[in-house]
């Protein structure tokens, strides 16, 4: 959800106006999610909770540069069949950005530091729900406490030519070592490679159609200097299409598809199985005097092989922003429904909820 999030954001607006300064900005929120499972007795599952506080904040550093900050504050709560409970709760990991443009904002380079403030040396309850908010069919807005912090960089170049823009970056990602499991061991993410492309055309003077590639490469994860683990390489596209709804309004209608092929333990007797996940959905942004109202559908249908975990998602929301002085307010909701298979003969279905409200300066 993050992702596909981030690409509308990215794909409404023409490549080069995505280059523009901004002006410094501060945003802050709050969102309660919770999904409860119709057959907790098969699954092991009754219900699963997160409570999120996510900040985000850039200042213009002259005409040419940005500094950016974000992170989050969350806690989740896991309810076992049988009553038992799992929590963890802390800050996650933050993100410090640097961005500078150049050549008229034709080329920007980015250095990206992730401070390791996030939690470590967790419990073997505390991983537990660690691992089901990061389930791929589940579209939480948080998805990891920690990591152990990396450095990391990247080079995107935009160009437009007529009714068509072309964009593209690569960026490389160096992890840091940490104590993932209380009284464990040590371990160190393997490095990240992506390489995105993206191409839109303007259609007419009120549409516009735009696709995007992504290539994701991961290093070996290593315990205690070893090699352990190599995650699957990750490809996606995703296409979508953004129209005018009369002189104020405008909606969008976004497909896309994400393949994680397996993973493989350095003795190759563990396997995680390959996935792919299709995702879908519509949303606009309906002006009414000086609020903007944007309903959004969306699905979600994850596959793959036969030990992968199945399901899918199915939801509804609004959101309403609301101008008040120097400050943007921005209340949401949301519903889902949705069936999920853990793994063979494991599976139940789920209804799901959020509400969110987002302060933005």
Do not use: C
């Amino acid at each position: 959800m993050r992702i596909a999030l981030s690409l509308l954001v990215m794909l409404t607006l023409p490549l080069h106006a995505a280059a523009q300064t901004v002006a410094p900005r501060i945003g802050v929120g709050g969102s309660f999610e919770t999904y409860s499972f119709a057959d907790p007795d098969i699954i092991g599952i009754e219900s699963l909770t997160l409570l999120s506080a996510p900040f985000a904040a850039s200042i213009a550093l002259g005409a040419r540069a940005e500094l950016s900050v974000s992170g989050a504050w969350a806690r989740a709560e896991l309810k076992r069949d049988g009553g038992s409970e799992a929590t963890i709760a802390g800050p996650t990991d933050t993100e410090v950005r640097l961005t500078v443009r150049l050549a008229n904002d034709v080329v920007r380079l980015s250095v990206v530091g992730l401070a390791p403030t996030g939690k470590s040396g967790l419990t073997i309850d505390e991983a537990d729900v660690a691992g089901m908010i990061a389930a791929d069919l589940l579209p939480f807005r948080v998805t990891s406490w920690g990591s152990g912090g990396g450095l990391g960089g990247s080079v995107a170049v935009a160009h437009r030519a007529g009714d068509v823009g072309y964009g593209g970056s690569i960026g490389y990602v160096v992890a840091s070592e940490f104590e993932p499991i209380d009284g464990g061991f040590d371990y160190r993410p393997g490095n990240q490679l992506h390489v995105r492309a993206a191409v839109d055309r303007t259609i007419g003077t009120t549409a516009k159609a735009s696709l995007q590639l992504t290539y994701e490469k991961y290093g070996a994860d290593q315990a205690d200097g070893a090699n352990l683990f190599r995650s699957g390489d990750r490809l996606q596209a995703v296409a979508s299409y953004a129209f005018a709804l009369g002189s104020a309004s405008n909606g969008i209608a976004y497909a896309g598809y994400l393949n994680r092929q397996e993973g493989l333990f350095d003795d190759d007797r563990f396997v995680v199985p390959a996935e792919n996940l299709l995702f879908a959905g519509a949303g606009a942004r309906l002006a009414s005097g000086r609020n903007v109202f944007q309903p959004q559908l969306e699905l979600r249908v994850l596959g793959g092989d036969e030990d992968a975990g199945k399901g899918y998602t199915a939801g509804a929301g609004i959101s309403v922003e609301l101008p008040a002085g120097n400050a943007l307010l921005v209340p949401g909701a949301r519903i889902r429904i949705g069936r999920v298979e853990l793994r063979p003969g494991q599976e139940s279905g789920f209804t799901g909820g959020e509400l969110s409200f987002t302060v933005r300066f």
